[in-house]
């Protein structure tokens, strides 16, 4: 079955239309860069650009950066404030004029990861990590994707995502040494609460994981995403592909 995969991001929106049988994007992925947010009827427009570049007929699977309740977006701490308690599905449903399954971005990137590459196959307790403007986490226990909101532990008054996510090395221009010391100690809380037996690091700095993994000592098995930061468009595909009509 094909679908169209979008992944929603702090500062873009990716699209691609996905093979759900192998997990493979069938055309080159679109790129709409969104340096300011985007209030949701703006947003819309772009998911429908989006599905316009392909000119697109069929289920399409969105990944959104908060929590996910049926179709309603719940929390919005990196996008636009509007889109907290919207029927976005709806929204974005209207806009493109086809069924669009929405879900958490994490959790678009955990099943993907867990269906076709770094986890395939793992049937054990597995913590996702996606690291980019934010901190997406998913457990997965026996192959069952939980979507979790594990960058938004207190720390210092605010979220730790604010002093782990990539875009935090970049915006303090830390060291790969010192962020990867605050990344470690932010994994050993997971590690205690959690115990995870795998820990899988998703989000475009995945790719460069030859840089921090060396600095970071874990209890689990530490291993990068294979689908980088693609994993969230084949992961919404997969979603919406699953999803009942």
Not at 131 to 156: K, M, N, R, W
Not at 162 to 177: D, I, M, P
Request: with cysteine; charged share 25%.
């Amino acid at each position: 079955m094909k679908a169209l995969g979008i992944d929603i991001g702090g500062s873009a929106v990716k699209g691609a239309p996905v093979d759900t049988d192998t997990g493979r994007l069938l055309a080159e992925r679109v790129r709409i860069a969104t340096p300011e947010p985007l209030s949701p009827p703006q947003m819309a427009k772009a998911i429908a650009q989006v599905a316009a570049e392909f000119k697109w007929k069929g289920p399409i699977g969105v990944g959104f950066p908060g929590v996910i309740h049926g179709s309603k977006t719940m929390t919005s701490a990196n996008l636009h404030p509007k889109f907290i308690d919207l029927d976005t599905g709806k929204l974005f449903a209207k806009a493109t004029g086809q069924r669009v399954t929405l879900l958490n971005d994490a959790a678009a990137a955990g099943l993907a990861e867990m269906k076709f590459g770094a986890g395939r196959g793992f049937k054990g307790k597995a913590l996702l990590l996606t690291l980019g403007t934010g901190v997406g986490s998913v457990i997965a226990y026996q192959g069952v994707i939980v979507p979790c909101e594990f960058g938004h532990l207190p720390h210092d008054g605010e979220s730790y995502e604010k002093t782990v996510a990539a875009s935090a090395r970049e915006r303090e221009e830390l060291t790969w040494k010192k962020w990867a010391k605050r990344l470690e100690k932010y994994i050993e809380i997971l590690e205690r609460v959690l115990w995870p037996e795998l820990i899988i690091i998703g989000g475009g700095i995945s790719a460069k994981h030859e840089k921090f993994f060396p600095l970071l000592k874990t209890r689990a098995r530490l291993v990068p995403a294979e689908f980088l930061n693609e994993a969230g468009i084949v992961g919404a595909a997969l979603a919406a592909a699953e999803s009942p009509q």
